[in-house]
């Protein structure tokens, strides 16, 4: 049975996404705009360089473990490779996965323009 939302349950979500977008404007700002631009701009310190490799990680494993196998594995005569090739080129659930290590990678550019610029030391 489908119910038709009230004019009180309505302006609750309404109040709701009036607050939410202010913070979701800044956050597609800080990833888009602010991290890119102070990663090309300026040095980043270890630590954020760090932090940008292991949220981009998870990428590359997963997209290396989908593509490799069915790349190496094309003939049946390899049985259980070409098989577990097979299962991991057709499985819908792949793209869930793909999803989860892109949105890692994207959030990633966000890290630079968090993170505090490294500390110069000057030695004469």
Same mark, same amino acid.
């Given at each position: /049975?489908?119910?038709?939302?009230? $004019?009180? %349950? @309505?302006r609750? #979500?309404?109040h709701?996404?009036?607050? +939410? @977008?202010?913070?979701?404007?800044h956050?597609l700002?800080l990833?888009?705009i602010?991290?890119?631009?102070h990663l *090309?701009?300026s040095?980043? $310190?270890a630590? +954020? #360089?760090a932090?940008m490799v #292991? /949220?981009c990680?998870? $990428? @590359?494993l997963?997209?290396? @473990?989908l593509?490799?196998p069915a790349m190496?594995f094309?003939s049946?005569y %390899?049985?259980a490779?070409?098989?577990f $090739?097979?299962? *991991?080129?057709?499985d819908p659930?792949?793209w ?7 949105i890692?990678a994207?959030m990633s550019l966000a890290v630079?323009?968090? *993170?505090?610029e ?5 030695f004469?």
């Open positions: /049975m489908i119910t038709i939302p009230t $004019s009180r %349950q @309505l609750g #979500a309404k709701a996404a009036k607050r +939410c @977008l202010p913070h979701l404007k956050y700002r990833t888009f602010r991290g890119p631009k *090309l701009t040095r980043i $310190s630590k +954020c #360089a932090i #292991a /949220m990680s998870p $990428s @590359l997963f997209c290396a @473990l593509t490799i190496i094309t049946p %390899q049985n490779y070409f098989h $090739s097979q299962v *991991l080129e057709r659930t792949r869930i996965v793909l999803l989860l290590a892109g890692c994207i630079p323009a968090t *993170l505090p490294p500390v110069e030391a000057d004469f």
